[in-house]
């Protein structure tokens, strides 16, 4: 029997992003969900993850937290999915999955709770500045339909959910021509519809009384 694959998220989290993730691997997995507060900080769940945070995933007698890491174990653990490249050609894969949960996120998230960095500030930084990491990002969706190389990988998970995210939801990100045709290029995937309708049904479901 194949090891149980269950999946600890809440649907409005980065969980979406891993969701995404299992729905392009295509195998079946189990769902715990957890509220916000006392319950994703109880010592149930911080046996899982110490962090209190979502999303997480058990498999067999791994568990895997932080959700890049999230999306390159499922592409490993499943590699009939081909959502990685051959060992020898992940020069760029690893590179923009890691840039996505490093430079990206920081530059976003600093910028969207109002941290200013100075310029004697930037070395200090692995991202440098906000300006550098969207002009890097734009360069190379310019140049190509997907992140990593000519074919959609786990990587494109990763950074396209955060580009959607940026221009859509969080409203963080430049509306810079590459960034709006790659989110609509990655949206279009069906795992991704899937993956969607999947946490908004159960954010629906987590917020109906009784």
Known sequence: MADELVFHTHPQSRGRIAR????EVGVPYRVETWQYGDEMKSERYRRIN???????????????????????????????????????????????LFFGAGPLEAAVTNRSIGVEVSADHELML???????VMDVLEAEL?????????????????VGAHITWGLNMMETL?????????SERVSARPAQQRAT?????????????G
Not at 78 to 90: I, M, N, S, T
Request: aromatic share 12%; with cysteine; hydrophobic share 40%.
């Open 142 to 158: 310019t140049a190509r339909d997907y992140i990593a190389g000519d074919r959609f990988t786990a990587a494109d998970v990763y």
């Open 50 to 96: 110490p962090m209190g945070k979502v999303p997480a995933i058990c498999h067999g007698e791994q568990v895997v937290i932080e959700t890049a890491a999230i999306c390159a174990y499922l592409a490993d653990a499943f590699p009939e999915a081909g959502l990685a490249p051959p060992v020898g050609q992940r020069g760029a894969y690893y590179r923009w």
């Open 197 to 209: 309708a999947l946490d908004d049904q159960l954010s629906a479901d987590m917020d109906s009384p």
């Open 126 to 132: 692995g991202y440098g500045n906000l300006g550098t």
């Open 174 to 182: 430049e509306k810079r021509p590459a960034f709006i045709d790659y």
């Open 20 to 23: 995404w993730m299992l729905e």
